[in-house]
């Protein structure tokens, strides 16, 4: 009877546990030896993948305590306290809350950027001085004789009106679409190549800052008209399509086909003008041909077109006088950090770079490090949130998606990505999407963003400097293998160390960069041994 009972028994949870793990050791075994073998499949491989996490499971679990040990163990005279668990700074733990890191952190960045700094003022003394800056503007526009750059600006309106005048032509058809087409891409040829033939040909005709405002708006402007010219393109080619299909049909079928585009226009029509959008109207091809749409686009804080943006309801003057004070406060930080800290900072670092010292060099970079990234980061606030957002509330334009979290970036590709929208969606829109579409594949399109995007960069840089030597392109082109390496780190080590690249690339990248350039054009420009070591 005993040996009755014993076998109808349950069997205890320890002993089931056992069983499970001997299963489970075999059937891995089993597995992993198949998986030598030639006739492996991937359902095999995932059936050893699951099999080593529960191995795993099932060797930790030996020690963890059952619920019904649990209970026991509760209420056993010794008072037990304690139970399997990681420690909160272990990778294998699931704590997150790093709030208290993240503001002790600040606290010491704040505590030793002070100290950088009352350092640099009693070894340098207070250089932050304003008037110095309207002294910098006057001179320059001496240099500009007071009227070539606002002249050259205002003759870039030209460019304007004849991209107008030539989408109208294009729209009534009084020139074929792919003359205009060829038209249109000799212009914006025209529009990056002019200041660069005009400086080289007249290099004291226009004063640095001049060339740099000069460079700025058509670079600009290249990229929006670039977005009109398209956009329209597409709008007449959906609109002369439909005409074909019309086309041949009874008179019947197209009026009532008409009729439909009218019921559907106004149905259309009553949601835009409802209160949530702002009772605008919707507009069509071609009445979006006007100057007031071109100039509210040229205007507005987007370099890609559509026939109808999005609108706010009003303005808001809280927020624009928030947005506007910000622009004004640290636009003020910006020109005194750049007085007291960089330029001080880059002109001691003249000598041991232009003698190759390498220590030196590296100390003089390190120093350099924290106030160009200080102003970085500040010059980054202050033009895609305060003054894309006061431009945006103004003009009452209501995407403001102007960045994203790129401080969370895993790697630098999610960085190029994240922290310049406008850009990153033209390039997307206008260049990508359309290359794809043409049957290349997505890395050669990649490739051709990278490239146009180091284009630009030099473009700004070399031109007004009038120092074409390549430096800011190639190091555009490193970013390729950084890139590579970064996201090789996140996968392997954890988005953590990606983002530390992320980080490391802009904290020292940069402050490099400036000390090349600013090198080559004080040996053309200043005396270096008369620079303080």
Not at 58 to 70: N, R
Not at 276 to 293: C, H, M, Q, W
Not at 396 to 415: E, Q, V
Not at 461 to 468: K, N, W
Request: hydrophobic share 45%.
């Amino acid at each position: 009877m005993s040996g009755e009972n014993e076998s109808v028994m349950p069997e205890t949870p320890e002993k089931q546990l056992k069983k499970r793990n001997v299963k489970a050791e075999d059937k891995f075994t089993r597995l992993m030896e198949k998986k030598n073998s030639l006739d492996t499949t991937e359902d095999d491989f995932e059936d050893v993948k699951k099999l080593r996490v529960r191995r795993t499971n099932s060797v930790s679990t030996e020690h963890v305590i059952s619920a019904e040990d649990t209970k026991k163990r509760r209420y056993q005279p010794d008072k037990p306290i304690h139970k399997p668990r990681d420690s909160l700074l272990s990778w294998s733990s699931d704590f997150k809350r790093y709030e208290g890191i993240v503001t002790w952190a600040f606290i010491i960045l704040a505590i030793g950027g002070t100290r950088l700094l009352l350092e640099n003022v009693i070894k340098y003394g207070l250089r932050v001085n304003p008037m110095d800056w309207l002294v910098l503007v006057f001179e320059e526009s001496q240099k500009d004789n007071y009227f070539h750059t606002p002249l050259w600006l205002i003759a870039f309106h030209l460019h304007i009106l004849f991209a107008f005048q030539l989408e109208k032509c294009l729209a009534k058809g009084q020139i074929p679409s792919w003359m205009g087409w060829y038209v249109h891409v000799g212009q914006l040829l025209l529009i990056m190549v002019a200041p660069v033939i005009t400086f080289s040909l007249w290099p004291k005709f226009f004063s640095l800052l001049g060339r740099m405002m000069i460079c700025t708006v058509h670079t600009v402007m290249f990229m929006k008209l670039w977005s009109y010219m398209q956009v329209n393109h597409w709008c007449r080619d959906i609109r002369d399509a439909k005409k074909r299909t019309l086309r041949g049909r009874s008179h019947s079928f197209r009026t009532l086909t008409e009729d439909k585009i009218m019921n559907a226009t106004d149905a259309e029509e009553y949601l835009i003008s409802s209160p949530a959008f702002s009772n605008e109207k919707i507009v069509r091809y071609p009445d979006n041909l006007t100057l007031g749409d071109m100039y509210y686009f040229l205007l507005a804080p987007t370099l890609c077109y559509e026939l109808n943006f999005p609108r706010t309801a009003r303005i808001r003057k809280w927020f624009l006088i928030r947005r506007a004070a910000e622009v004004l406060v640290l636009s003020n930080l910006l020109l005194g950090l750049f007085q007291q800290w960089m330029i001080p900072s880059v002109r001691n670092s003249m000598k041991p770079f232009g003698e190759m010292d390498f220590f030196r060099t590296w100390e003089r970079l390190f120093k350099l490090a924290i106030p160009n990234h200080l102003l970085w980061l500040t010059w980054f606030y202050m033009v895609f949130h305060s003054t894309l957002n006061t431009t945006g509330e103004l003009m009452r334009f209501a995407d403001r998606n102007f960045y994203s979290d790129w401080w969370n970036a895993k790697d630098l590709a999610t960085f190029w990505r994240l922290w310049n929208l406008p850009v990153h969606k033209w390039a997307v829109r206008h260049l990508y999407v359309p290359v794809v579409s043409y049957g290349y594949s997505k890395t050669f399109a990649e490739l051709l963003v990278f490239l146009l995007s180091a284009l630009f960069h030099e473009y700004l840089v070399s031109v007004p400097l009038q120092m074409h030597k390549l430096f800011v392109f190639l190091a555009m082109l490193v970013q390729i293998p950084l890139i590579a390496l970064s996201a090789a780190v996140a996968n392997r080590f954890g988005n953590r160390w990606g983002n530390v690249i992320m980080w490391v690339s802009l904290i020292l990248g940069q402050p490099l960069g400036i000390l090349v350039y600013f090198h080559d054009y004080a040996i053309n420009n200043v005396d270096i041994a008369s620079l303080a070591s």
